[in-house]
DNA sequence: TATTATTGTATCTAACCGATACAATAGAAA
DNA sequence: TTTCTATTGTATCGGTTAGATACAATAATA
C-alpha cells in the first residue's frame, strides 16, 4: 500500500470544497466519474479544495482537467451544500487507516465543510481517467447503477441533472458531449439520457433543424441496411 | 458615533460569507433592501457569516428574518462566488475609521472572502427593516435605482433576478410578494416587474386561471369608476 | 430485384398565445 | 335618472408549435 499525503492545511481554505459531477456519454447513455477509496469501500463524487490564491472557478476546472486529461470543459455551478453535519470523519479515517497513516482528530480535514457543487460535461471518447495522491481508482458509472455515494453527494447528484435539464435548451449542452460530428439520433439519445423520456423523432428533429444551430455535412455509411443519417456539427464555432 | 462589535474570528467560518438580495412587492414596483454603512457611503447587501454549529440554509434565514421581522419567508439559493479578489478591506477600514475602532491587517474580516448569494421574497408592508450591529442605515431601493454596490454585490442581484426569473413558472413566486388577497392586475404587475417586460392582459390572466392555483373571492371596490375586480388568494397552502 | 430498417420531410390535428372584440360593470358626470 | 368612461372578464379568430401519422428515399441484404 502506497504511501499518501493528505493535503496540507496552510495551502487551502479551511472548511471549503468543491464536488464535480462529470458526466460523459458513450453513445448510448449517460456516465458520470465516481472514484473509490481503495479497499474502504466508500465512493464519491471527485474534488478538492481551494487554493488561498485561486478563484474557485479556477480550482474546479484545474481539478476536472487533472482528472480527465482535457480542456475542453463545460463546468456549471449547481448549487452549494452547506449543511453542518458534512464531514468527513469517518471516511477519511477508513482511508488513513488502510494507508497505516496516521490522522489526529483535530485534523483540518476532519472539519465540517461547506461544498460547491458543479457538473461538468465533456467528450467521453477524449478521457483518461487519473487517479489522485489520495491513491483511489476512478471510472464511469451509469446514472442507474450508481454505487452508494458518501455524505450528500447522490444529492448533489440530483441537483447536477436538474440544473442541467433546465439549462439544456439554452446552453448547446450537446456540444461538449458529443464528437465533432454526430447524428441527429446521437444527439436525441443525449437529450433523451439528459431529460430521462424519450422524445418524439419527427418533432425532436424539426425543433433542432429550426434552431438553426446545426451544419450539416455528409452522410455517415454505418454498413446497415437503410437509409444513411447525415452528420451534423454545431455552427456557433 | 456608537462603539461597533465586529464579529468574533471564534464564532464563524473564516472566509465564509453569505448575501441576500431580498425582494419586496409595494404594490407597482420591485423593491430591494439596500444598507449603507454610515458615512461612508458604501452600500451593500445585507448579508452575514456562518457560525460552526449552524446550517447555512438557517444562517441566512436568520439573517433575513432578523433584518425583516418576518418568519414567511421564501428563500432561493442563486450563485456562490468564489472570485479570490473578494476582500472587504477597503470598506471595513472605512467603516472602522469612521467609528474610531481600531482594526489590524491580519483581521479574519480583512481576508478573502467566499459568498453565497441568495434571493429572498417577502411581504413588503409587512416589513420594518432593521439595522445591525455593525450601526448601518437600512432601505427599499428600485432595481432601477440602485446606488453603487461594494464588491460584486451588483452582480449579485443581477443573477437573483435571474433565477428569480427562471423560477418565476414553477415555484408560486407571487405567493410571498403579494398580501393575502389580491388582483389578478396585481399579480401581472407582480410578474411584470420580475420579468421587466411587459404582459397581455387577457393571455396572462387565462394561463394564470388554467393553472388552477388560485381562489376566487369577493369583488375589490377600489372606489373607481369601472368594474370591480375580483379578489384571489393562492390555493395551494 | 425484392426486402428491411431507418431517415428526412410533409401533413393533419390539438394546444397555446397574441390580438381583437365585446359585454358587464362601478362610479362620475350630465 | 341617464349617459359616459375606464377597467375587467371572457369569447373568438389566426398564427405558431408539438405530437401523431404517413410516406418517399435510401443502403445494404436476401
Redesign the pocket.
Given at each position: 500500500m502506497k504511501k499518501i499525503v493528505l493535503p496540507k492545511k496552510e495551502d487551502f481554505i479551511p472548511h471549503l470544497a468543491y464536488d464535480a459531477v462529470i458526466f460523459g456519454f458513450n453513445g448510448t447513455e449517460l456516465k458520470i466519474v465516481v472514484l473509490e477509496y481503495q479497499k474502504t469501500h466508500h465512493f464519491a463524487l471527485p474534488g478538492g479544495f481551494v487554493q488561498y490564491n485561486q478563484n474557485l472557478d479556477d480550482a474546479v476546472y484545474q481539478s476536472v482537467k487533472n482528472r480527465t486529461g482535457l480542456t475542453d470543459i463545460q463546468l456549471e455551478q449547481c448549487h452549494t451544500f452547506g449543511n453542518q453535519k458534512r464531514r468527513n470523519k469517518k471516511v477519511l479515517k477508513d482511508i488513513c487507516k488502510v494507508h497505516d497513516h496516521q490522522i489526529n482528530d483535530d485534523h483540518w480535514l476532519l472539519d465540517r465543510f461547506i461544498s460547491v457543487c458543479y457538473y461538468a460535461l465533456l467528450n467521453f471518447e477524449e478521457v483518461t481517467l487519473q487517479s489522485d495522491g489520495l491513491s483511489d481508482s476512478i471510472g464511469w458509472y451509469s446514472l442507474d447503477e450508481l454505487p452508494e455515494l458518501i455524505l450528500d453527494h447522490k444529492e448533489m447528484v440530483s441537483k447536477a441533472l436538474e440544473v442541467l435539464q433546465k439549462n439544456l435548451d439554452e446552453k448547446l449542452v450537446g456540444m461538449n458531449l458529443l464528437p465533432e460530428k454526430f447524428?441527429?439520433?446521437d444527439l436525441q439519445t443525449v437529450y433523451e439520457s439528459i431529460l430521462q423520456k424519450k422524445?418524439?423523432?419527427?418533432?425532436?428533429?424539426?425543433?433542432i433543424?429550426?434552431k438553426d444551430i446545426l451544419v450539416r455535412h455528409e452522410?455517415k455509411?454505418?454498413?446497415?441496411?437503410?437509409?444513411?443519417?447525415?452528420l451534423y456539427s454545431f455552427n456557433s464555432a
Open positions: 447524428t441527429m439520433k422524445l418524439v423523432r419527427t418533432a425532436f428533429q424539426r425543433k433543424l429550426a452522410k455509411y454505418t454498413g446497415k441496411a437503410h437509409k444513411a443519417p447525415y
